[in-house]
């Protein structure tokens, strides 16, 4: 190790710091917990995931300065679950001498779709056609040329959530005023040829390392499923992968990042365009889990421990397939029921998380299934199954 990594590095045993406590959360205690650290846990509800598996849990609001204060005497590193958390909370941890990983400032960026437009755009990378709204003027005032478009709020909205798609000045105001006529931007609807993801993580000595790139597939606004396999050429459309990686790399490069990072694609004909940045692993990283040497959760904690970036090879090729709450509602009676496990973990390859979530809702994340396989259509075939075993209906390559 170089003088700069023995400086950096903390030690097994240590405590580290995670802000939320959602399945993200529950799958980084794991992985920080293989490598010998124990983990504390600010989330404000009693029941979430990661707090049924962390060392320790702060039952508190993430802007509690007594709470923060005591976090910080406990934890070296402190990393995030999801972007919403307040920036003025991470600056505080960061004057405290608490390593905050990613940087305050790297997610303030990605928190606010304003600020995360404006850099990627910066940085001469294609986004798609949008405008920034802050008042009805601005709605009334808007170009002809971004109808039909999706209004989107620029803070705090997630699957598809602080989202109203619409087809012209009548629907974009009412929308507006739907969603509180909050700061937002409103983006030209794009013919997506397909969707992809990219998770990459970058070590305090600036060494990046990624993972494969994923093709996702939505269902209302929310990840359905993804697909990953090393015979790139042969499922993704029209476009050079490798211009990805190089757009990747340039974003988490220029935030000057220290963590785990996503970047959401379209595919537009051979156009790439970000979509947006998530300053955490992501749920279509998943599949790292089993598919890859090193998953994304792992390589969160090697990020901020200031270990040495794991390797991010396939091992397989594989499917993840998002389990909602709706698959434990009958769809044609509407009662409750549960899916058949049994069935479904007969299908080859499957490999069965639950995130332990007491109550399932529609459109609630309440766990997912990754397949393992080597031939990818073969893998798509066994997709197939599992999915009409659940009650899912499925969408291949
Ligand atoms: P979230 O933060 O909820 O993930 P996104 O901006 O990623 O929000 O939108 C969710 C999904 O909605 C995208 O993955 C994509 O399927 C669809 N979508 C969003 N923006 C556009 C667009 N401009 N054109 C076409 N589809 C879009
Ligand atoms: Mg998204």
């Not at 923060?68 to 505080?92: A, D, G, Q, R, Y």
Request: proline share 4%.
């Amino acid at each position: 190790m170089s003088l700069f990594d023995s400086i950096s590095f903390i030690k097994p045993g240590s405590w580290l710091g995670l802000l939320g406590g959602g399945q993200l959360g529950k799958m980084f205690c794991n992985s920080a917990q293989q490598l010998g650290y124990k983990v504390v846990v600010i989330d404000p509800s009693n029941d979430n995931p990661a707090s049924a598996v962390a060392d320790l849990h702060l039952q508190s609001s993430y802007d509690d300065e007594d709470v923060l204060n005591h976090f910080s005497s406990i934890c070296k590193s402190v990393t995030v679950e999801f972007e919403n958390i307040p920036v003025h909370s991470l600056s505080f941890l960061a004057k405290k001498k608490v390593r905050v990983c990613p940087s305050y400032e790297s997610i303030a960026i990605a928190q606010n779709r304003i600020l995360e437009k404006e850099f990627i755009s910066s940085l001469g990378i294609d986004l798609a056609p949008y405008a920034v709204l802050y008042d009805y003027e601005d709605c009334i005032n808007i170009s002809e040329n971004l109808f039909p478009g999706i209004l989107k709020v620029a803070q705090l909205g997630y699957d598809g959530k602080g989202q109203i798609r619409v087809k012209d000045k009548g629907q974009l105001i009412k929308a507006f005023d739907d969603l509180g006529k909050v700061p937002s931007v409103f983006e030209k609807m794009l013919p997506l040829d397909q969707e992809l993801s990219i998770v990459v993580a970058r070590g305090f000595n600036g060494k990046t390392q990624e993972f494969p790139p994923s093709i996702n597939f939505h269902s209302s606004g929310i990840l359905s499923s993804s697909i990953i396999t090393s015979s790139n050429h042969e499922i993704y459309s029209n476009i050079d992968i490798s211009r990805v990686s190089f757009i990747a790399k340039k974003i988490i490069d220029s935030l000057k990042y220290t963590g785990v990072l996503c970047i959401e694609f379209f595919i537009v004909g051979n156009r790439i365009i970000v979509n947006e940045i998530a300053p955490r692993p992501h749920n279509s990283g998943h599949y790292s889990i089993e598919a890859c040497i090193t998953s994304q959760f792992e390589q969160q904690v090697r990020a901020m421990v200031g270990l040495p970036l794991g390797d991010t090879s396939l091992m397989s090729s594989a499917i993840m397939i998002n389990l909602l709450g709706d698959v434990w509602f009958d769809k044609s009676s509407g009662l409750q029921r549960e899916p058949n496990w049994v069935q479904a973990l007969d299908i080859l390859g499957a490999k069965l998380h639950l995130y332990g979530k007491n109550e399932a809702r529609i459109g609630r994340k309440m766990g997912h299934i990754t397949l393992l396989g080597n031939d990818v259509y073969e893998l798509n075939k066994r997709a197939y199954d599992l999915c009409s075993i659940i009650g899912i209906d499925y969408e291949s390559v």
